[in-house]
């Protein structure tokens, strides 16, 4: 109880447990920034836990705070995802980009989206195998560009002599 647990990428808190069960709440900002409100009981998810300090990093920093919704255009191997605009600076070339929790590497920038290539390993332990054309999934941008951004509008606003949004 307390700990954390990525469901389809959306970092949640264990709130009760038993065998074989788990629970966690959900709030309605989560509900609203990703699929989870559309799951239902027996829907295929993926599951992980979170990396702990002294553990090898095998992939890239992944947070599991979810950014937006996407939308399947083309299915693994080679897929193709629609993703909202205002997400769309957050991506580049051989970035990393998580789809459902699933850590990936950007291959190709698009007008509306990104591709990425989808190993068979992959494709077999991850719902993103049994995705199609039309599917929604959960994105999460790369948190060190995020924080870049922000620093980079903090010292652009200081050198204006404007006291940046929200600090």
Known sequence: TGDSIAVDGCCL?????????????????TRKRTTLGERRPGDPVNLERPVRVQDRLGGHIVQGHVDGVGEILDPAPDLRVAMPG????????????TVDGVSLTVVDVLDDGFTVAVIPHTTAVTTLGRKGRGDLVNLEVD?????????????????????????
């Open 86 to 97: 205002e997400l769309l600076r957050y991506i580049v070339e051989k970035g990393s980009i």
């Open 143 to 167: 948190v060190t560009v995020k924080y870049v951004e922000r620093l980079l509008a903090w010292k652009d606003d200081r050198s204006a002599g404007q006291s940046p949004e929200g600090s």
């Open 13 to 29: 808190t264990l709130v009760d447990q038993g065998d074989g069960w788990w629970e966690a709440d959900v709030s309605e900002e």
